[in-house]
């Protein structure tokens, strides 16, 4: 069905669309030598200009040659407020997008826009006014201001995400947590997809008081299987998967903690310590125990993680230091722990140096990078 397009113009919608925006602006200046009066073909030449990096003063220039053809063009209107702001002249933007709702008061972009912007434009021009302060009062005026552009546009567009998108971050500056999810389920209703919503709903739910660092690596996984892209989603697993490898060291922790119990190192009031040195049969029975540990708790677990998780992991130790770093004390403290279970010792003293060894600078470590995220 035709758009009622030129043909070259919506050949560049196309090149558009699929980034490729020198080949789209290339297009456009050869429809504009064709017909420099073409105020579609502006509009979209100063739209490629925006995605380009360095050339938003070409995009003012394109808006301003479609303008000086069409002074009432809303959407030439649109694509100047955005080049103004690209230009660092944000605060031109408020009458330029007033004009857009104006001309148009029942398209939803202009409210949509400007409720993006205003806030930040009111905090610019309170701080020049007021030594670069603003206070807390003003603030929560701004943002009221902006809501209520951002609920116009989400009235005229219920089914548009840039409208929840943008009362989102004003909840998210006002602190109302609820308006905030309120907008993130909106978002996720109409985009499933949503690289910005999905990682918030799932930090979230990950970080829940009760869910475990496999629920949250899981929770991560299944969400970056939706929008492997995102940034945020990856490096919430690479957090869950330290998380999970962290605890690698409270297993080799324990095995040390039972070869001192199996030597008897330390003595107590009323308790006789055992003879030295320990029989063959029990220092190998308590290979048992140990194997039986890293067993259940470490391969069962590896082998019970969803296989995104189990790559990551992989992928994390290649990649990061403090992971290797705690794989590397995880194999030092049973190192101690087999040298304590599998030689004859015949007195007490080396056996407690060993002890302490492997016990003391893991246990540390434990405690200085428990907010680390590897």
């Known amino acids: 069905m035709s758009t009622g397009l030129h043909p070259a113009l919506e050949r560049a919608d196309a090149l558009y669309a699929l980034g490729r925006y020198d080949e789209a602006k290339t297009l456009l200046a050869q429809r504009l030598a064709e017909d420099p009066e073409d105020v579609r073909a502006w509009v979209r030449l100063a739209r490629c200009h925006l995605r380009v990096e360095g050339e938003a003063d070409r995009a003012l220039e394109a808006t301003d040659r479609a303008l000086a053809l069409a002074p009432h063009d809303t959407d030439a209107l649109m694509q100047r407020a955005f080049a103004l ?39 610019l021009r309170f701080g020049q006014a007021n030594g670069g302060e603003v206070t807390r009062e003003a603030m929560v005026s701004f943002l009221r201001e902006s809501d209520e552009l951002a609920r116009e546009a989400v009235r005229l567009a219920p089914e548009e995400v840039f409208p929840y998108e943008v009362r989102w971050s004003i909840a998210s500056l006002s602190g109302d947590r ?13 985009d499933p997809n949503h690289p910005q919503a999905l990682a918030r709903r799932t930090r979230e739910a990950a970080a829940a008081p009760g869910v475990k660092a496999a629920e949250s690596a899981t929770l991560y996984a299944d969400a970056l ?50 003879d030295l040195p320990v029989p063959v049969g029990q220092r190998l029975w308590t290979l048992v125990p140990f194997a039986a540990l890293w067993a259940v708790g470490a391969l069962l677990r590896f082998r019970r993680l969803r296989k995104g998780v189990q790559y990551n992991i992989r992928s994390l130790i290649r990649r990061r230091r403090w992971p290797r770093i705690v794989l590397g004390q995880a194999a030092w403290a049973m190192l101690c722990a087999l040298l304590l279970t599998q030689l004859p ?30």
Request: net charge negative; aromatic share 10%.
């Open 85 to 123: 702001q690209a230009t660092g002249r944000l605060l031109d933007t408020e009458e330029i997008l007033r004009e857009v709702i104006r001309l148009d008061p029942d398209d939803w972009a202009g409210y949509a826009q400007l409720g993006s912007w205003l806030y930040r434009i009111r905090v």
């Open 178 to 190: 609820a308006v905030a999810a309120e907008m993130d389920e909106a978002i996720l209703r109409l």
């Open 225 to 274: 299987a939706v929008t492997p892209d995102s940034a945020q989603l990856r490096q919430g697993l690479d957090d869950a998967s330290y998380r999970l490898l962290r605890g690698v060291r409270w297993l080799a922790l324990l095995c040390v903690a039972l070869a001192g119990v199996m030597l008897d190192l330390f003595a107590t009031d009323g308790h006789a310590q055992r």
């Open 345 to 374: 010792w015949t007195d007490r003293t080396v056996p407690q140096i060993v002890f302490w060894a492997g016990l003391a600078p893991t246990a540390a470590t434990i405690w200085f990078d428990r907010h680390k995220k590897g």
